[in-house]
């Protein structure tokens, strides 16, 4: 009976510490997560006063106005949705990944080749 009772109390220790242990790494994990937050946050606002120095650039310039009005709102959309958690509705859409030639090739691959017949 003492041996059933000193395992069970085992059991329940190797619970508890198993818990603390996973609430620990939890709390570290959304330390890691704010902090990388935060460094996304603070890129994404530099990354907008760079755009509004292109804007005032291509304004004094006179060209390249459309571009540099371009990626201020992409920049301006970042932050915004870096902060509130949602992207506006004007944002532009995210890019489209860009096909490597590899990816081609298995593209053109997989087609019959009719010429064979």
Not at 52 to 63: E, F, L, M, S, Y
């Amino acid at each position: 009976m003492f041996a059933a009772a000193l395992r069970e109390t085992e059991v329940r220790d190797q619970a508890q510490r198993e818990k603390e242990r996973q609430q620990r790494e939890d709390k570290e994990r959304r330390a890691a997560d704010a902090q990388a937050h935060e460094r996304s946050l603070a890129d994404a606002k530099r990354e907008l006063d760079r755009a509004i120095v292109a804007v005032r650039d291509a304004k004094a310039n006179g060209r390249g106005r459309a571009e540099a009005d371009a990626r201020w709102k992409a920049a301006k959309a970042r932050v915004i949705e870096l902060e509130t958690g949602t992207a506006p509705a004007w944002a532009p859409p995210p890019p489209e990944p860009e096909v490597t030639e590899p990816e081609v090739a298995a593209e053109t691959d997989a087609e019959p080749d009719e010429s064979a017949d």
